[in-house]
């Protein structure tokens, strides 16, 4: 059976939801550097990476755990710095592993690194501190007592956001794999593309660290 949630709450919070994931965050600007670097099927199983990660933060505010964590200071920012750190470290390994991308190119990905890729998108998304406030602090907001059971209604919103958020997210992945085919045309190209995504992952890790929690 279906939770009952208002509609003009549903709609509320998707227009918020949509206003945020449109927005180009650390998940989108991750995928997009995963798509440059790697290609399309990388930068696809990041995005579902990030998704996977993403429906935590729908378990923990499902559960009622978000608001202990938009209560906690030091918690928003032990997250922070964590993803940070890591986004730095995958935006300098593939600066250095630039040189290789043509090969990797012409070569069939193994199987082994697409859990990989699917396992780094997935600690991206569950780091991404902007997501963790939305879920903790706004996401709740939208739920009416009086339409029903509160935490039915959170996990409603959060199938929403989930969705949403993978379709967004796809679309720029796609979009940024196919500049990449274009630059793949050149060995010197495709090097500098993948330093280019490289160098966006690392920017991004620094603006995730320097930021307050607010973003």
Do not use: C
């Not at 029903?148 to 949403?164: D, H, K, R």
């Not at 920017?203 to 660290?209: D, N, R, S, T």
């Amino acid at each position: 059976m279906i939770p009952a949630v208002s509609p003009s709450h549903l709609i509320g919070f998707a227009l918020v939801a949509y206003a945020l994931i449109v927005i180009p965050g650390p998940s989108v600007l991750f995928s997009i550097g995963r798509s440059l670097s790697l290609g399309r099927r990388a930068g696809l199983l990041s995005v579902l990476g990030n998704t996977a990660g993403t429906a935590v933060f729908v378990a923990l505010a499902t559960a009622g755990l978000g608001a202990l964590l938009a209560a906690s200071a030091w918690a928003l920012t032990a997250v922070k710095l964590v993803g940070a750190a890591y986004l730095i470290y995958l935006g300098v390994q593939a600066i250095r592993n630039r040189k290789s991308l043509i090969q990797a190119l012409n070569a069939d990905h193994p199987t082994a690194v697409r859990p990989r890729v699917f396992r780094q998108g997935f600690i991206v998304g569950l780091t991404n501190p902007k997501t963790a406030l939305f879920f903790a602090a706004v996401l709740p907001q939208f739920a009416d007592p009086a339409a029903g059971s509160v935490p039915s209604q959170i996990l409603v919103f959060g199938i929403v956001f989930v969705a949403m958020a993978l379709v967004s997210d796809s679309l720029w992945a796609l979009l940024a794999s196919t500049a990449r085919d274009w630059f793949a045309r050149s060995p010197r190209r495709l090097e500098a593309v993948g330093g280019a995504g490289g160098i966006m992952i690392v920017g991004l890790g620094a603006g995730v660290a320097i930021s307050g929690t607010s973003s």
